[in-house]
C-alpha cells in the first residue's frame, strides 16, 4: 500500500479548490436542520460550555463537530463566513482521507479522479459548508479505512472512534469490519481464501477486540448524556421519528429501494456505476504487455460490506430518508468505479471528465421527483427566498403576530440566524397542508400575516407523484404533505398575497390577513 508524501500540499490545493467554488454561498444564513438544531446546539455550547443544547431539544447526536464550530467562533466570531469556512476545513480533510484510501487501494492516478468526483458529487458538494455532521463523519470513516487497509489497527480505531463522535452512525463501518474479520477467520482454510482474505487472518480475536473500540467512547457519551437528561438516544419524539416509526418491512423494503438509488444511481452517479458495469464487459487494457492493476477482491469485499452495512442499516432507520446519511459510502462507490474505468477503458480519463460535469450540472438542476433541497444548489434558492419573504415581513409588519411553520418560526424568532435583525412574535402550525390551514383559521384573531412557503420541492412535472398509490406510500411511511398553494391558504385565512416569490420548484408568500372579513372554510369546497 502507498500513500502520499505530501498530504499538507494535497490538502492545501483541495482547500483554496472547494472554498473558490462555494465563496458564492458562504454567507448565506443557516437552513433547515443547521438553523433547527446543529447551530444552536454549537451556540449553546459556546455559550455556556454545556454539550447538552438548551435552547433546542437535544437529539443525543455526539458533540464533536459541534464543539468545532464553537471553537471556530470562539476563535474568528460567530458569523456564517466562519461557520462555512470551518466546515470546508472539514470537507478538504474528508477528501484528503479519500485521496489517501484510493492511493492505498489504487495508484495516484485513481486517486486524484476519485477525489475530483466526491468533490463534485452534488450532495459531497452541498454538505461541504453546511453546519451538519454526517460529512465530518464520513470524512473520519475515510481515514479510519485508510489506516485499516495499512493494517495499522489501533490507529483506525482512533479514527473510527471520532467518526461515531462526530455522529453515531459511523458506529456502523467499524461494526461492519468486525463481520468481515469473523468472515475472514471462517474461511481462512476454504479454496477460495485467495478472494476472501488479503494479508494475515491470525490473531482474529485482537483486530475484533482492536475494532470494536469506538464503542467505548461512543457509550460514555451515551451515558452522560443519560445522566444529563434522563434519555440515552435523544427525546422520545425523535427516537420514534427515526427508529420505533420505521420498523415495518414494507416501509424497510421503500426505504432498501431508495437507499440503493442513492448508492448507486442519485444525482447521476448512475453515469459512474453504469459506465462501470459496461466497462466490466470489456478485457483489461494492456500497457507494455501487463494488464492495469485493479483493486485487490478482498479490498473490494471490504468495500462492499462497509457499502452494504450502511444501505441496510439506514433503510431501517431514520424517519428522513435522506442522501447525506449515506456519504461514508458513497465515495467507496466512486473509487471503486473509477479504478475499473482506468483498468478497462484506454481514454478513461474521459470518461470520469464526463462524469464530473454531470456532477457539476445536477448542483443547479433538480430532477422530476421529490428531494431534498440539502443535495445540490436548491438549499440555496430556498435560504435566498426565505431572506426575501421574511425582511418584507419584518419591514412592513414590525409589530405583527406572524403564522408560519417550522423552520420559518426559527428564523423570525432568532435574529441570530441570519434572517431577521430582531426576534418577532410567530404562531407556529406544523405545515401548509389542508388540515393544518383549516385549523389555523379557527384562531386567526391570534395573528396578523401568514408566511406560507413550500416545505419540500415541488418539480413542475412530477414523474412519480403521478402514480396515486405511491403518494400515499409517502403519505403513510415517509410523511408526506400537499402543501396548500399560497393563494388557496390565503382564502381560508381570510386575506390577500401581498408577496411572493419562487425558484424552480420552490416558493414563498406573506399573506395579509384581514380580520374584519369572516369566512366559513367548509363554504371554499
Known amino acids: 500500500m502507498r500513500s502520499s508524501s505530501q498530504p499538507a500540499l494535497i490538502f492545501a490545493l483541495i482547500f483554496i479548490g472547494i472554498f473558490l467554488l462555494h465563496v458564492p454561498f458562504l454567507q448565506l444564513p443557516y437552513f433547515w436542520d443547521e438553523a433547527g438544531y446543529y447551530v444552536p446546539a454549537a451556540r449553546d455550547l459556546l455559550l455556556t460550555g454545556s454539550l447538552i443544547p438548551h435552547t433546542t431539544v437535544s437529539n443525543a447526536h455526539p458533540p464533536l463537530v459541534m464543539a468545532w ?19 470546508l476545513v472539514i470537507a478538504a480533510f474528508s ?13 495516484r492516478e485513481v486517486a486524484i479522479a476519485s477525489t475530483v468526483c ?32 495499512e493494517d495499522r489497527r489501533l490507529t483506525a480505531a482512533v479514527w473510527f472512534s471520532l467518526a461515531a463522535l462526530a455522529k453515531e452512525t459511523a458506529i456502523l463501518t467499524p461494526v461492519a469490519l468486525v463481520a468481515w474479520e469473523l468472515l475472514r477467520w471462517i474461511f481462512r482454510e476454504s479454496r477460495l481464501r485467495r478472494l476472501w482474505v488479503e494479508g494475515d487472518s491470525s490473531n482474529v480475536l485482537r483486530r475484533i477486540l482492536l475494532l470494536l473500540i469506538p464503542i467505548v467512547p461512543l457509550l ?61 464487459l470489456l478485457p483489461p487494457v494492456l500497457d507494455d504487455g501487463v494488464e492495469r492493476r485493479r483493486i485487490s477482491i478482498p479490498m473490494q469485499m471490504v468495500f462492499s460490506v462497509v457499502i452494504a452495512a450502511y444501505v441496510v442499516a439506514m433503510a431501517l432507520i431514520g424517519g428522513a430518508v435522506l442522501a447525506r446519511y449515506l456519504l461514508p459510502v458513497v465515495p467507496l462507490v466512486i473509487i471503486l468505479a473509477v479504478s475499473t474505468l482506468r483498468r478497462r477503458l484506454r481514454h478513461w480519463t474521459a470518461a470520469v471528465a464526463i462524469v464530473g460535469v454531470a456532477f457539476v450540472a445536477a448542483w443547479f438542476w433538480n430532477p422530476p421527483y421529490g428531494f431534498s433541497p440539502e443535495d445540490n444548489l436548491a438549499y440555496a434558492d430556498y435560504v435566498r427566498l426565505h431572506q426575501d419573504a421574511e ?15 417550522w423552520p420559518a418560526s426559527d428564523e423570525l424568532t432568532r435574529p441570530w440566524l441570519g434572517y431577521t435583525t430582531r426576534p418577532m412574535q410567530v404562531v407556529r402550525i406544523e405545515d401548509f397542508s389542508m388540515e393544518q390551514v383549516l385549523s389555523a383559521a379557527e384562531f386567526r384573531q391570534n395573528f396578523d400575516v401568514a408566511f406560507v412557503f413550500s416545505t419540500k420541492y415541488e418539480p413542475s412535472h412530477p414523474m412519480l407523484d403521478r402514480w396515486e398509490a405511491w403518494t400515499k406510500l409517502k403519505e403513510r411511511f ?18 390577500h398575497v401581498v408577496f411572493s416569490e419562487h425558484r424552480k420548484g420552490e416558493r414563498v408568500a406573506v399573506i395579509e390577513i384581514e380580520h374584519a372579513q369572516v369566512l366559513d372554510a367548509r363554504n371554499l369546497e
Not at 122 to 134: C, G, H, I, K, M
Not at 259 to 278: E, I
Not at 398 to 403: G, Q, R
Open 95 to 107: 477528501l484528503l482521507g479519500v485521496f489517501r484510501l484510493a492511493e492505498q487501494v489504487s495508484n
Open 118 to 149: 466526491a468533490a463534485l458529487y452534488p450532495v459531497f458538494f452541498a454538505q461541504s459548508s453546511l453546519a451538519q455532521v454526517d460529512l465530518a463523519a464520513a470524512g473520519l470513516t475515510f481515514w479510519g479505512l485508510s489506516f485499516y487497509v
Open 478 to 495: 415517509f410523511g408526506f404533505e400537499r402543501d396548500l398553494p399560497a393563494e388557496a391558504a390565503a382564502r381560508i385565512l381570510g386575506g
Open 69 to 87: 464550530v464553537a471553537l471556530w467562533w470562539k476563535i474568528a466570531g460567530f458569523a456564517p463566513l466562519v461557520t462555512r469556512s470551518a466546515m
Open 220 to 280: 460514555a457519551w451515551y451515558c452522560y448524556h443519560y445522566g444529563r437528561t434522563g434519555y440515552v438516544f435523544g427525546n422520545p419524539e425523535f427516537v420514534r421519528y427515526n427508529v420505533t416509526a420505521t420498523l415495518n418491512p414494507l416501509r424497510f423494503l421503500l426505504a432498501l429501494i431508495l437507499r440503493l438509488w442513492q448508492a448507486f444511481g442519485y444525482m447521476h452517479s448512475w453515469l459512474l456505476t453504469g459506465g462501470m458495469l459496461l466497462a466490466m
Open 391 to 405: 425582511r418584507f415581513v419584518e419591514a412592513r409588519y414590525p409589530m405583527a403576530h406572524v403564522l408560519t411553520a
